[in-house]
């Protein structure tokens, strides 16, 4: 890509919020224990997606990983 893109990428990203990510991750552990810990990403992902969080399996997986450390 050249400079311009990447100016361009910037631009339309700078004045967007962040979501906050602790909500979607409190959200994903009441669903996991609620489901008695045998719900699986895939499942996890329809279901926050339908709540209207914007999380992919990778992320549901990472943060599911981080919780059992």
Not at 10 to 30: D, F, I, S
Not at 39 to 66: F, H, K, P
Request: aromatic content about 8%; overall charge positive; some cysteine.
């Amino acid at each position: 890509m050249s400079a311009r893109n990447y100016a361009c990428r910037k631009q339309r990203t700078a004045g967007r919020p962040h979501p906050a990510p602790v909500a979607w991750k409190e959200a994903l552990e009441k669903a996991f224990t609620r489901h008695q810990k045998r719900y699986g990403t895939r499942r996890l992902r329809v279901e926050r997606q339908e709540e209207g969080y914007r999380v992919g399996r990778q992320g549901l997986r990472t943060a599911m990983w981080a919780r059992k450390r």
